[in-house]
């Protein structure tokens, strides 16, 4: 039977502050996992002028944050949040391989593995035991770990679902920023415009069934293969 998550758990307002705050803590920038190394492909796509200015890259990020992190990542994050919950790390770990066998390049592949192990030794340092065993794994992505410290932090599904899409997409504004390059005004309009879309691309996640998760955004990978031989390049491949 196909699994589709509930509809229940959808709330982005923490009631205890020490969660709100736990929650900051996962998605912060401070947090010293080494995600703005990475564009995911947005170096490659102002390389080749398929985002040149603020509206174009708003559609890149936009675009990717509804068909790849949606519908790939969002629907296994949670499944993953409730794998821990339940104590099942066998789960997680055939939930997390799925989630990188879904990575269309090698790159990709790579910048999981890296901030999940890095997530893991973080979460270790912070008494986090379960952990430890996903520091060298090369099953580790980083959304197990982030959903493994959302489950020991109390936080609720929708809180964690919301949290890693806006760490996702702030991450992307701050790498359109010194690329395109913008503006800090015109990251700020991006942002703003990315918060009126995340709740819905949020509630549309939690409708996907097991066999409709994956991605439809085929020039990502394009230029994360591309990315992996680029010339002259800020960010990692």
């Given at each position: 039977?196909?699994?589709?998550?509930?509809?229940?758990?959808?709330?982005?307002?923490?009631?205890?502050?020490?969660?709100?705050?736990?929650?900051?803590?996962?998605?912060?920038?401070?947090?010293?996992?080494?995600?703005?190394?990475?564009?995911?492909?947005?170096?490659?796509?102002?390389?080749?002028g398929w985002v040149g200015n603020e509206e174009t890259a708003g559609e890149?990020?936009?675009?990717?944050?509804?068909?790849?992190?949606?519908?790939?990542?969002?629907?296994?994050?949670?499944?993953?949040?409730?794998?821990?919950?339940?104590?099942?790390?066998?789960?997680?770990?055939?939930?997390?391989?799925?989630?990188?066998?879904?990575?269309?390049?090698?790159?990709?592949?790579?910048?999981?593995?890296?901030?999940?192990?890095?997530?893991?030794?973080?979460?270790?340092?912070?008494?986090?035991?379960?952990?430890?065993?996903?520091?060298?794994?090369?099953?580790?992505?980083?959304?197990?770990?982030?959903?493994?410290?959302?489950?020991?932090?109390?936080?609720?599904?929708?809180?964690?679902?919301?949290?890693?899409?806006?760490?996702?997409?702030?991450?992307?504004?701050l790498a359109a920023i010194k690329l395109v390059p913008l503006g800090q005004?015109?990251?700020?309009?991006?942002?703003?415009?990315?918060?009126?879309?995340?709740?819905?691309?949020?509630?549309?996640?939690?409708?996907?069934?097991?066999?409709?998760?994956?991605?439809?955004?085929?020039?990502?990978?394009i230029a994360c293969a591309l990315h992996e031989t680029q010339y002259s390049?800020?960010?990692?491949?």
């Amino acid at each position: 039977m196909e699994h589709i998550l509930p509809a229940g758990g959808s709330s982005i307002t923490p009631t205890d502050p020490a969660t709100l705050l736990r929650l900051l803590q996962l998605v912060s920038p401070a947090l010293p996992i080494g995600a703005f190394h990475f564009s995911q492909g947005l170096e490659y796509a102002v390389e080749a002028g398929w985002v040149g200015n603020e509206e174009t890259a708003g559609e890149w990020i936009g675009g990717l944050a509804a068909h790849s992190v949606g519908t790939l990542d969002l629907p296994l994050l949670i499944r993953m949040h409730e794998a821990w919950l339940r104590a099942d790390e066998d789960a997680v770990r055939q939930l997390s391989r799925r989630l990188l066998a879904a990575r269309e390049s090698a790159e990709q592949r790579a910048e999981d593995r890296h901030l999940g192990a890095a997530l893991a030794r973080i979460l270790g340092e912070l008494g986090i035991a379960a952990a430890a065993a996903w520091q060298h794994s090369a099953d580790a992505s980083y959304a197990a770990l982030f959903a493994l410290a959302a489950s020991a932090w109390h936080i609720g599904p929708g809180e964690t679902s919301h949290g890693y899409l806006w760490a996702w997409c702030e991450n992307q504004v701050l790498a359109a920023i010194k690329l395109v390059p913008l503006g800090q005004t015109a990251g700020q309009r991006l942002l703003d415009r990315l918060i009126g879309e995340i709740p819905s691309i949020v509630a549309r996640s939690r409708q996907i069934g097991d066999d409709a998760i994956g991605v439809a955004s085929p020039m990502q990978g394009i230029a994360c293969a591309l990315h992996e031989t680029q010339y002259s390049r800020l960010f990692r491949s």
